[in-house]
């Protein structure tokens, strides 16, 4: 680089600002050159210099040969930077080029015109700038920011007539479930026997690596190497299109000329190299199976303009959903203009690439795509090894047909999502152990898995000699990738569709990472006709809607929707389930269904399959023997064991009935991916509709041995009708209950009783009283007697109050749950003094004896008999969020879980957790000299 010269024509470039063009052939200059006309170091005009040096001549001959007096423009007018090979350069290239011309004259005219306008970039740039953004205003551009920039190629300079042979073609197996239609989004130019079609809507750009980019960028020499294939050594050089300037800076009349070391070559963009490329057949077919044929007025308006034709031109574009408005279309105009629902993370033939950051988008210069593309061995490789299932599962014995073709769009979007890189510089060599899956986590590419670096006007492609797998084909989400057009269906489309909505909760991830091991319920579309719906099922008195199940389906488009039915919940079948009604229940409220051309979810659905989901995966994997675990809401996984194999599960709504849901079927994922999956094939886990407080006051079920804590608890202020803020619930709720999971321990009635009886815990009868003798208007209470009950009475209830709350632990625990070695655990008891939560210690051995010890180290034991009652606490709303009654309720709000087990005596936070039998002995004074002996209050007045 001749930086010491571009160091001393800075003043006078600065002094000209590139007056180059703009004034004819003549160049205004500054100080002596005003009296001097054309500064003499400017130098010849570009075509002047070019023939001035004498070893151009393939250069001259390209200009000469367009269609346009480009001569003229190179002579005399314009501001440009040329990018030129010498004769040298030009013998080289008729020895060895892509298109396999031996001379100029066997050039088309489309390829001279590329390979001329191609290397022009309509302003003058010295090789320093290049790697800045133009500026837009007042502001100096920035440095070292950019690596694409647009040259003079016009995108009518090349339109390929594609025959027929060259469409993509028909796949049999992908069929759309819903319509049973065959999926062909060409459909538009069957028959035809060829077609106009440009591979993008814009022009290919030029794609640079400029020294200061690369300083910028941190792209050191190692990475220039091995991007270049061991052409470019140095991070000092610059190159374009893969070609280095090795002489840069030439300056002319009218702009700059750059010696390159080869004959630089426009280039296409990721999909065309990856189509027409030998080793990438497999993939290329898998790539465009979401590409399409798009019809463009305004271009197919100019096409026939310039061509005098009536023919119709097209774009080749890829289906995808680029953030930053740059998703080019997710509809297909084959199909009514319905939306796609199976789609590219980008248009990988989008010239104009642009990488959209999260906060919004990066303008397309400064950064490009990249995709890790195997060759067709490795993809044929890792179906005899790892990928062996899908081998098993799609071999065909079509001619030139592998099972990656018999796969259908499901299993191979996964993959072609993994490998789409959305930014190269976060994918040069030295940034490898940073690339993340479409899991978040490490890819692990390696330089020595990667074959070579093919570049692209809008990226470079990584040519690989392994898959590098998509999470999907690891994971616990497996088996419904590859049924999804069979009987997993409404599963795939939930959690696809959940990935990155508004409203949704990130299943697909979640269930891809592999940093946690699962085990996953996944219910077929069968076993998801029985669902019954906890909103419409009422335990309290207040008049409610009609209780319906739900049988789930998709709409024509391929959405969630769901149609109800009317559950009489006082008649049983012979498992313990509410008989459901054989017809459709289509009153408004509470309804699912959706319309069949709607392209949107029914809300109340998708609410309601998020809750099948978030019940159905247990966030550790089972153990033989032991038989509850934690869903992921929080709720209770119950498994039934056949030896060391899983022969059922239950969730809370199953396990109170007294029954398990068989499992069909085991896919194991351990090993290489994340956990099990059970597929269950008769109804989804679904749970109770027991509430916390209708567990304690179910006197019929429980044979009312909660009824005195249960007492205690209606004492207290933490029972409400909903949660404040106008969601209800199903009949009370305890509001110490906020969207987690519980444990209540119940103290024996006889416990509870010993205790009242020897006034050490008021019972609620005693605060009863005290409230109703303040309250009561007509008793002349005196001054002093009217204090010390007020005083007593905030002592009763702060003691019954802490009573209550040193019962609720955070966290379920479950006799046959996780084992627990002094394990401690918060309550909603808050202590005032430390101002903590008061702890309690839990310990257990799977087929042992679960204990709690409170603060008092007493250790209490948890009952053989009434133990593990589950309960679920829920809010309702409708809309997602808005608040409701339990009328107009459709969707769940929050929700929280719980556990009761009976103890065998009360639990203590401190030694000042209980009443004293004194004070108790005061207030019956009170009380008794204003009651008479039935109990009933006596009217005194003051005289």
């Not at 590139?18 to 400017?42: H, Q, R, Y």
């Not at 396999?100 to 290397?119: H, I, M, P």
């Not at 099922?537 to 409610?544: D, I, M």
């Not at 049983?572 to 979810?601: C, F, H, W």
Request: negative net charge; aromatic residues 10%.
């Amino acid at each position: 680089m001749r930086n010491s010269f571009i160091q001393r024509r800075t003043r006078r470039i600065l002094c000209y600002s590139f007056a180059i063009g703009l004034m004819g052939s003549t160049l205004v200059g500054c100080e002596d050159d005003l009296l001097t006309g054309t500064p003499s170091w400017l130098g010849e005009s570009i075509m002047g210099e070019l023939e001035r040096r004498g070893n151009f001549t393939e250069t001259i001959k390209l200009i000469r040969a367009q269609d346009e007096d480009y001569e003229s423009v190179l002579s005399k007018t314009g501001s440009k930077t040329v990018f030129v090979a010498d004769d040298a350069e030009w013998a080289n290239f008729y020895r060895n080029n892509a298109w396999g011309v031996k001379s100029l004259d066997a050039l088309t005219e489309s390829q001279k015109k590329l390979l001329f306008k191609g290397n022009i970039i309509d302003s003058p740039y010295l090789v320093e700038q290049l790697g800045n953004i133009p500026s837009t205003g007042a502001e100096l551009p920035p440095e070292g920011t950019c690596m694409r920039r647009r040259s003079s190629v016009d995108i009518m300079d090349s339109v390929p007539l594609v025959s027929a042979v060259e469409f993509p073609v028909i796949n049999p197996v992908r069929i759309e479930k819903n319509s049973g239609k065959q999926v062909d989004h060409w459909q538009r130019l069957r028959g035809k026997s060829h077609a106009y079609i440009l591979n993008s809507d814009n022009p290919a750009p030029i794609i640079h690596f400029m020294p200061k980019f690369m300083q910028v960028n941190n792209i050191s020499s190692n990475d220039v190497e091995f991007l270049t294939n061991g052409q470019i050594k140095s991070n000092g050089d610059a190159f374009i299109n893969g070609r280095v300037i090795k002489e840069a800076d030439i300056t002319a009349q009218n702009g700059y000329i750059h010696v390159t070391n080869g004959v630089p070559v426009p280039l296409e963009n990721l999909a065309t190299i990856i189509s027409n490329h030998p080793d990438f057949t497999i993939f290329s077919r898998l790539l465009n199976r979401f590409s399409y044929p798009h019809f463009d007025e305004e271009l197919n308006t100019e096409f026939q303009r310039q061509r005098a034709t009536e023919d119709t031109v097209y774009v080749r574009r890829y289906f995808n959903d680029q953030q930053g408005g740059y998703a080019l279309s997710q509809y297909d105009a084959n199909d009514g203009g319905n939306r796609v629902t199976n789609v590219l993370p980008y248009d990988p033939a989008r010239n104009l690439y642009t990488l959209y950051s999260g906060g919004g988008n990066i303008t397309w210069q400064q950064d490009a795509a990249v995709i890790l593309v195997p060759t067709d061995k490795a993809m044929m490789e890792y179906l005899k090894g790892d990928g062996s299932d899908l081998q098993e599962r799609y071999a065909t014995s079509g001619p030139g047909q592998t099972a990656w073709d018999n796969a259908p769009d499901e299993v191979v979007l996964p993959l072609l999502r993994n490998v789409m890189l959305t930014s190269l510089k976060a994918a040069i060599p030295s940034q490898f152990g940073s690339i993340n899956n479409t899991a978040a986590e490490p890819m692990g590419v390696k330089k020595a898995d990667i074959d070579s670096v093919l570049w692209a006007c809008n990226g470079i492609v990584y040519k690989t000699n392994k898959v590098y797998v998509a999470p999907e084909y690891l994971s616990v989400f497996y088996p419904a990738v590859v049924r999804a057009n069979e009987d997993l269906g409404l599963f795939y489309t939930v959690v696809s569709y959940d990935n990155g909505v508004a409203g949704g909760e990130g299943f697909q991830a979640y269930m891809n990472s592999m940093g946690t091991k699962y085990s996953l319920i996944m219910p077929t579309d069968k076993a998801l006709q029985t669902y019954y719906d906890p909103v419409t099922r009422n335990r309290g008195t207040v008049a409610r809607p009609t209780s319906v199940a739900y049988k789930f389906r998709t709409n024509l488009l391929g959405r969630i929707a769901a149609d109800a039915y009317l559950v009489d919940w006082d008649k049983v079948d012979d498992m313990g389930r509410p008989v459901i009604a054989n017809d459709i229940y289509t009153t408004k409220v509470p309804s699912s269904s959706l319309s069949p051309n709607s392209e949107n979810q029914s809300d109340d659905a998708f609410n309601h399959f998020k809750d099948i989901i978030n019940s159905s995966l247990a966030t550790s994997m089972f153990t033989p023997g032991r038989r509850f675990y934690q869903a992921r809401n929080g709720g209770p996984v119950i498994v039934q064991w056949n030896g060391n194999r899983v022969e059922g599960v239950a969730g809370s709504f199953q396990y109170e009935r007294g029954y398990f849901i068989p499992v069909t079927e085991t896919f194991d994922k351990s090993n290489e991916g994340n956990g099990f999956t059970y597929i269950v094939d008769q109804e989804p886990l679904m749970s109770t509709t027991l509430s916390p407080y209708a567990a304690l006051n179910d006197t019929a079920a429980y044979k009312g041995v909660f009824r005195e804590f249960a007492a205690l608890l209606d004492a207290t202020p933490y029972v409400m009708n909903n949660d404040g803020a106008g969601h209800p619930t199903m009949d009370r709720a305890i509001n110490l209950l906020n969207n987690y999971h519980y444990t209540i321990y119940v103290p024996t009635n006889q416990s509870i009783r010993a205790l009242i009886d020897s006034h050490r815990l008021p019972s609620a009868d005693n605060i009863l009283r005290v409230r109703e003798l303040l309250a009561d208007k007509s008793i002349d209470l005196s001054l002093e007697e009217d204090s010390l009950l007020k005083a007593e009475l905030e002592k009763m209830q702060t003691v019954v109050n802490n009573f209550v709350t040193y019962h609720i632990q955070d966290n379920s625990v479950f006799v046959e749950g996780a084992n627990y070695s002094n394990q401690a655990f918060e309550t909603a008891c808050l202590d005032p003094e430390t101002e903590r939560f008061s702890k309690l210690t839990v310990n257990y051995n799977l087929g042992g004896q679960l204990t709690v010890r409170d603060n008092l180290q007493n250790v209490r034991t948890v009952s053989n008999t009434t133990n593990n009652i589950l309960a679920r606490q829920y809010y309702f709303c409708v809309n997602k969020t808005g608040s409701a009654t339990l009328q107009t309720a459709t969707q769940f709000y929050t929700s929280s879980f719980a556990v009761l087990h009976q103890i065998d005596a009360p639990l203590f936070p401190n030694n000042h957790s209980l009443y004293s039998a004194d004070d108790y002995n005061k207030v019956e004074e009170i009380i008794a000299k204003y009651t008479n002996a039935s109990g009933k209050s006596v009217r005194r007045y003051r005289k």
